[in-house]
C-alpha cells in the first residue's frame, strides 16, 4: 500500500478519526476543534481520504460509516523517513547528531535505547555517541584502558 502525504487540513481530519478509528459525520464533526468548519467542507476532504485510500466506507441505511484504512503509526513513519530524506539527506546519524545538538535528546536517553537493541559491546554508535558527547579527559582515560586490556 503506497501512502500519500496528507495536506495540514487533511492530516487534522485523519488526527480525529485515527482516535476515534471509526466514526459517522455527526461524531466527526462533534471532535472538530474550532472554528468548525462547514459539514460539506468536511465531506470533501473524508472523499478525498477515501479515494487516498486513508480511510473505507461502509453504508448504513442512508449514512456512512468511515473507518481508517492506514494507521497513524504507518503514517508516522512515513513521514519521518520522508523528513530525514528531505533535510538530512537520508542520514539518521546526521538526525540523531542535530537533536543532539539543539538538546532535543540526551545522550543518556540514546544509550538507553541502544542498549534496549543490542548489547553494549556490539554498539558502536553508542560507544560514537559517548565519545563526541564526553569530556576530553575521560576521552583518554579510556584509551589507556584499552591500551592496558590489549597487552
Known amino acids: 500500500m503506497k501512502i500519500n502525504q496528507l495536506t495540514h487540513a487533511e492530516?487534522?481530519?485523519m488526527n480525529?478519526?485515527?482516535k476515534l478509528n471509526s466514526a459517522?459525520?455527526?461524531e466527526v464533526m462533534e471532535e472538530y476543534?474550532?472554528?468548525k468548519p462547514h459539514q460539506n467542507t468536511v465531506s470533501t476532504f473524508i472523499k478525498i481520504l477515501v479515494e487516498k485510500e486513508f480511510?473505507?466506507?461502509?453504508?448504513?441505511?442512508r449514512i456512512f460509516k468511515?473507518?481508517?484504512?492506514?494507521?497513524?503509526?504507518?503514517y508516522k513513519k512515513f513521514r519521518l523517513r520522508s523528513f530525514v530524506e528531505q533535510y538530512f539527506h537520508n542520514s539518521g546519524t546526521d538526525?540523531?547528531?542535530t537533536l543532539l545538538d539543539e538538546k532535543l535528546l540526551k545522550t543518556s536517553d540514546v544509550n538507553r535505547l541502544l542498549e534496549l537493541k543490542t548489547p553494549k559491546a556490539e554498539n558502536p554508535i553508542s560507544d560514537f555517541i559517548e565519545e563526541i558527547t564526553s569530556?576530553?579527559?575521560?576521552?583518554?582515560?579510556?584509551?589507556?584502558?584499552?591500551?592496558?586490556?590489549?597487552?
Open 95 to 97: 538526525l540523531v547528531k
Open 66 to 74: 468511515y473507518t481508517v484504512a492506514i494507521p497513524f503509526e504507518d
Open 24 to 26: 459517522y459525520m455527526k
Open 33 to 35: 476543534p474550532e472554528p
Open 11 to 13: 492530516e487534522l481530519l
Open 55 to 61: 480511510l473505507t466506507t461502509e453504508k448504513e441505511g
Open 135 to 151: 569530556d576530553k579527559k575521560t576521552k583518554k582515560k579510556s584509551k589507556k584502558k584499552e591500551k592496558k586490556k590489549k597487552k
Open 16 to 18: 480525529i478519526l485515527w
